[in-house]
Structure formats: C-alpha cells, structure tokens
C-alpha cells in the first residue's frame, strides 16, 4: 500500500475493504497485512528519509474461530485481517480510514468482542461514523431510524439499507 496522510480516508488510498459474509463466518481484511510478525524489519531509506518500521500485533482463538492481526508503522493501522469478531472489525475500519493511531495496548480493541463488553456504557462510535460501508450508512442515521420506530434489525436495513449489502 502507499503512504497516505492522517485522515485521508480510503478512497485516496485506494484500499478497499474487504468484507466475506458467509454461514458461520465472518472475515474482514483491508490493506496492507503482508508483513509477518518475525520480519526482521527494514532499515531502507527512501528520499533520504527513514522508514518506519512496519509491527505486526496477533492474536488467534483458533477453538472459537477468532483471529486478528494488525499491521501498523509508527502506530497508524495499514492493515488488518479479523475472523470472528465484528466489533473489532468495525473499530479497525474506523480507524484506518481515519489513519488514526492505534492504542498502545492493542488488546483494548479485542474486548469489543468480549464478554464483558457493555455498547451502554459508551459508544465506540460517533453518531457521523460509517457503520455499513456498502451503503454508506452512519451511527446516527440507524440511531434516526431507530428513533422514528424501527425495532428490528429487519426494519432498520429498511429503512437505512444497513446490513443489505
């Protein structure tokens, strides 16, 4: 993948999100995830400049079909691939969309799909973030939905097209 500047988003990228919603399984993968966790790394230089490095975080569930690897250079997300945890998934799109840096502890992001997760005691979204990227449909505009009467997930994708991708 190319450079990109914070916050450039995905369409001057050029990365696409790749999203497979299949029976029992649920993958999403974007951008660069080429890089291995035992990589010794570069120290190549380009235009005089040094390149970061690129780190990899993983972590694997193989009994409950879960797995994330995430791939950043100086802690801004170029790519990810997670199996399994849609929370996560979602969080991850956000970020590197936004080319946002990633907590230091990583595992933060894991916890979307945990156990203890609570949606009521915060949201990981803001109202203007993009939920379903098919069809471009935001927080706030489920929340609309939601609000003028729509009381299931069947009722929201009608109103919104979420989830119809």
């Known amino acids: 993948m190319l450079g990109r500047d914070a916050g450039a988003g995905l369409a001057s990228t050029g990365a696409a999100v790749v999203m497979l919603k299949a029976e029992g399984i649920d993958v999403v993968s974007v951008g660069n995830t080429s890089a291995d966790p035992w990589d010794p790394g570069s120290d190549d230089h380009a235009a005089g400049c040094a ?6 975080s993983q972590w694997a569930d193989p009994e ?24 996560t998934a979602a969080e991850l799109t956000l970020l590197f969309e936004r080319g946002s ?51 299931s997930v069947a009722c929201v994708g009608a109103a919104t097209r979420a989830g119809t991708g």
């Open 51 to 56: 390149v970061a490095l690129l780190r990899v």
């Open 64 to 87: 409950h079909g879960r797995y994330v690897k995430m791939v950043t250079r100086d802690g801004i997300l170029e790519g990810f691939v997670c199996v399994g945890m849609l929370r």
């Open 101 to 151: 840096e990633l907590p230091a502890d990583r595992s933060v992001l894991l916890r979307y799909d945990g156990p203890d997760y609570e949606p009521s005691a915060g949201s990981a979204f803001a109202l203007d973030a993009t939920v379903c990227l098919c069809n471009g449909v935001t927080v706030g505009a489920i929340a609309d939905a939601t609000a003028a009467g729509s009381a």
